[in-house]
Every structure is written in structure tokens, then in C-alpha cells.
């Protein structure tokens, strides 16, 4: 029997590299997805451009103009001549903000007095209003504290609030959105592979030959099984050595309690791709279906919005779903030394999910051939 296994699994392995297009699936899209997830696909707001309409002229008002030049959130700072010019630059998108320093900015400060900024933000974009408010209004934090260190006049709040910010200090949004994809890609692979196997058979007309050869249904799932696993984990191996020596992300986990959770997520994986390959007739209807789980998959993993923003019955439906575990695996495993224990705490869910996905494929396949 595993000698039919593993001949199986040398026929799987060699007609996924041999297939032209099999290979530019395999390679191409993972690629693309780390380029463009890790730069484009973030909820940072960068490269803002920013108005400044400044009619004080003081020294404290060029203070704080220096201060917004000097940040690398505001890259483009337009200034302003007058109070006409404000609505056509929002409106023309030139400027996503608006930043109004009156003329008795400096006088007021030097009096004790409170001073205004009025900030306006374009809030078609709701979520970069939100976050480039954040960011001004923690310049002008920064820009207070220094008064206030400077004058002894200028009354000190009885508290200061000192903010860490555990295992991302600098708050980069690499250092969470590369981990993640680790997972992504990974179910990506091994669900393609899967799910194309069977229908690529049926498409070539091997799938006949393949059933009338002395070979059990159950030999045939394990040896689509074992291949989608070997690519899953060349690709998270992939992926894993771009995040650490291209994108500098820290490693600080056990390499072996990662990849044992790996081959345990590839296996809740593997399932339904096989599921979906036995429902396939032809190749495209196996992508398609695999596009059907991934979509909600990535959706209900906690990348895009965090789990408890979710309505309760929707929390309920994340926990059939294998990618939510291996996502605080592979955030742990990179940034906080994530212990073993907790490793399996999240793992012996997906082991449970990969119990029902593999049975239930292995019914169904059967039934199929029935």
C-alpha cells in the first residue's frame, strides 16, 4: 500500500511542476499577494498632503509648521493664502487636510492663553479622517509638552500618560501584515492544489485509468493529500524567510512548534480542497470554489477587522475556521515568543476542523466513485 502512496505522490508531485500553468499559479499569484498585501494593502495612511493656512507668522506658529514638515505622515505641505483657497483645494483632492493657525496663534501662547488650530480633514475617507486626526492631534501633544517645558507659567496636567506599545514598538504595520500572509498563502497553495487535482485528472482524462488501477479510494486522498502539503510548506517556508531577512521582521518563536502547527493547519486545508475538487468537473469550477472559501476565509480570520468588531453570531461562525488559529500562531510565533502551550491551545482546534474536513471529503470522495 505505501508503495502505491508514494508513487501517487511522485505522479502528483511531478504533474504539478510539469504543468506550465500549475507552475504560474503556484508561483505568481503568492508573489504578487506579499508584494502587494505588505505595501499597498495596509491601514496606515502615508504620504498625506496637507494645507497650511498660516496667518500668525510668530515664532511658536513656524514651531509647529516645522513640526508637521518634519513628520513622515505629511510629505506634501501646500501653504495657503487665504481662506478662499481651502475649500477648492479639499475639493480638488490636492490636500486631504487643512490645517488653520489664526492670527493670534503666537500672542495667546506667549499670554498663557489657550490657542486654537482648527483642522480640517476631508471626511469622504472616513477611516484616513480618523487616523490623520490621531496623528495631528498627537503633534500638537508633543508640540504642548514642549511649552510647558519651557514655561513654568503654563500650567502642567496632574497626570501624564506614557503609551508602550508591546512586541511592535514602532507600530509598523509590516511587521503585522506579513505575518498574516504567511497563513494566507499558505491556505492559498494548499487549497489550489487540492482542489485542482482531481479536476485536472478528470479534464485529461486520467481520472478513469486512475480508478481502474489496484489503488483504495483512501490511498487516492492521501496521495492528493501529502503533495498540497509539501507545496503548503515550501510556500509558509517561503514566506517566513521574506518576512525575516526582506522585511526585517523579528523572529522570536520555536521554529519546530510553528511548523508542527503548519502541517496540522495544511491538513485542515487540505480537506476542503478536496471537497471542492470532487464537486469540480473542470479546472476553472475548482478555482472558482476555491476562491468561494478562501474570500470568507481571509474575511473571518481577524486580518482585515478584528474578531470582537464582529457581531456575536458572526464570532460564533469564526470558530470552523482554521485560519483564525493559525493567525495568532503566526503573530505569536514572529513577535512575542509565543509558548508552546498557548502554540497548542490554538492548535488542537484546527486538529478537530482537519478531523471533520479530511472525513467528510473521504465520505463524499467515496460517494462520488459510488
Same mark, same amino acid.
Given at each position: 500500500?505505501?508503495?502505491?502512496?508514494?508513487?501517487?505522490?511522485?505522479?502528483?508531485?511531478?504533474?504539478?511542476?510539469?504543468?506550465?500553468?500549475?507552475?504560474? /499559479?503556484?508561483?505568481?499569484?503568492?508573489?504578487?499577494?506579499?508584494?502587494?498585501?505588505?505595501?499597498?494593502?495596509?491601514?496606515? $495612511?502615508?504620504?498625506?498632503?496637507?494645507?497650511?493656512?498660516?496667518?500668525?507668522?510668530?515664532?511658536?506658529?513656524?514651531?509647529?509648521?516645522?513640526?508637521?514638515?518634519?513628520?513622515?505622515?505629511?510629505?506634501?505641505?501646500?501653504?495657503?493664502?487665504? $481662506?478662499?483657497?481651502?475649500?477648492?483645494?479639499?475639493?480638488?483632492?490636492?490636500?486631504?487636510?487643512?490645517?488653520?493657525? &489664526?492670527?493670534?496663534?503666537?500672542?495667546?501662547? /506667549?499670554?498663557?492663553?489657550?490657542?486654537?488650530?482648527?483642522?480640517?480633514?476631508? &471626511?469622504?475617507? /472616513?477611516?484616513? +479622517?480618523?487616523?490623520?486626526?490621531?496623528?495631528?492631534?498627537?503633534?500638537?501633544?508633543?508640540?504642548?509638552? %514642549?511649552?510647558?517645558?519651557?514655561?513654568?507659567?503654563?500650567?502642567?496636567?496632574?497626570?501624564?500618560?506614557?503609551?508602550?506599545?508591546?512586541?511592535?514598538?514602532?507600530?509598523?504595520?509590516?511587521?503585522?501584515?506579513? *505575518?498574516?500572509?504567511?497563513?494566507?498563502?499558505?491556505?492559498?497553495?494548499?487549497?489550489?492544489?487540492?482542489?485542482?487535482?482531481?479536476?485536472?485528472?478528470?479534464?485529461?482524462?486520467?481520472?478513469? %485509468?486512475?480508478?481502474?488501477?489496484?489503488?483504495?479510494?483512501?490511498?487516492?486522498?492521501?496521495?492528493?493529500?501529502?503533495?498540497?502539503?509539501?507545496?503548503?510548506?515550501?510556500?509558509?517556508? /517561503?514566506?517566513?524567510? +521574506?518576512?525575516?531577512?526582506?522585511?526585517?521582521?523579528?523572529?522570536?518563536?520555536?521554529?519546530?512548534?510553528?511548523?508542527?502547527?503548519?502541517?496540522?493547519?495544511?491538513?485542515?486545508?487540505?480537506?476542503?480542497?478536496?471537497?471542492?475538487?470532487?464537486?469540480?468537473?473542470?479546472?476553472?469550477?475548482?478555482?472558482?470554489?476555491?476562491?468561494?472559501?478562501?474570500? *470568507?476565509?481571509?474575511?473571518?480570520?481577524?486580518?482585515? +477587522?478584528?474578531?470582537?468588531?464582529?457581531? %456575536?453570531?458572526?464570532?460564533?461562525?469564526?470558530?470552523?475556521?482554521?485560519?483564525?488559529?493559525?493567525?495568532?500562531?503566526?503573530?505569536?510565533?514572529?513577535?512575542?515568543?509565543?509558548?508552546?502551550?498557548?502554540?497548542?491551545?490554538?492548535?488542537?482546534?484546527?486538529?478537530?476542523?482537519?478531523?471533520?474536513?479530511?472525513?467528510?471529503?473521504?465520505?463524499?470522495?467515496?460517494?462520488?466513485?459510488?
Amino acid at each position: 500500500m505505501w508503495q502505491r502512496i508514494q508513487a501517487l505522490i511522485i505522479k502528483e508531485l511531478l504533474a504539478m511542476l510539469r504543468d506550465k500553468k500549475a507552475r504560474i /499559479l503556484l508561483l505568481v499569484p503568492p508573489i504578487l499577494m506579499l508584494v502587494l498585501f505588505a505595501n499597498a494593502v495596509t491601514l496606515e $495612511v502615508n504620504n498625506v498632503s496637507i494645507g497650511i493656512l498660516n496667518r500668525d507668522n510668530g515664532f511658536q506658529s513656524r514651531e509647529l509648521i516645522r513640526r508637521i514638515e518634519g513628520s513622515r505622515t505629511f510629505q506634501h505641505v501646500i501653504f495657503l493664502k487665504g $481662506v478662499s483657497q481651502i475649500r477648492s483645494l479639499i475639493d480638488s483632492e490636492k490636500a486631504f487636510v487643512v490645517m488653520h493657525i &489664526g492670527p493670534d496663534f503666537t500672542r495667546r501662547i /506667549l499670554s498663557n492663553q489657550p490657542a486654537s488650530v482648527q483642522v480640517i480633514i476631508d &471626511g469622504r475617507r /472616513l477611516n484616513s +479622517a480618523q487616523i490623520v486626526e490621531g496623528y495631528i492631534n498627537r503633534i500638537l501633544m508633543q508640540f504642548n509638552q %514642549q511649552l510647558a517645558d519651557q514655561n513654568p507659567k503654563v500650567p502642567r496636567p496632574p497626570s501624564i500618560l506614557v503609551a508602550r506599545h508591546w512586541f511592535n514598538p514602532n507600530l509598523d504595520y509590516i511587521w503585522f501584515t506579513v *505575518p498574516s500572509l504567511v497563513g494566507i498563502l499558505t491556505m492559498t497553495v494548499a487549497t489550489n492544489v487540492t482542489a485542482l487535482s482531481v479536476a485536472r485528472e478528470r479534464e485529461l482524462g486520467t481520472f478513469d %485509468q486512475l480508478l481502474v488501477s489496484p489503488i483504495q479510494p483512501i490511498e487516492i486522498l492521501i496521495g492528493k493529500t501529502v503533495p498540497a502539503i509539501i507545496f503548503g510548506v515550501l510556500e509558509g517556508t /517561503l514566506m517566513i524567510c +521574506a518576512g525575516v531577512f526582506i522585511f526585517h521582521i523579528p523572529f522570536t518563536g520555536s521554529l519546530i512548534c510553528l511548523y508542527g502547527s503548519m502541517v496540522v493547519f495544511l491538513l485542515s486545508i487540505t480537506g476542503i480542497g478536496l471537497f471542492i475538487s470532487s464537486l469540480a468537473k473542470t479546472q476553472q469550477q475548482a478555482v472558482l470554489g476555491s476562491f468561494m472559501f478562501s474570500n *470568507p476565509a481571509i474575511t473571518l480570520s481577524g486580518y482585515a +477587522a478584528p474578531i470582537e468588531n464582529m457581531p %456575536q453570531w458572526m464570532q460564533t461562525v469564526t470558530y470552523i475556521n482554521p485560519l483564525r488559529y493559525f493567525m495568532v500562531i503566526l503573530k505569536g510565533s514572529f513577535l512575542k515568543d509565543m509558548p508552546p502551550e498557548l502554540i497548542f491551545a490554538n492548535t488542537w482546534p484546527m486538529a478537530l476542523i482537519a478531523i471533520c474536513t479530511l472525513s467528510g471529503a473521504s465520505w463524499f470522495f467515496k460517494r462520488r466513485l459510488e
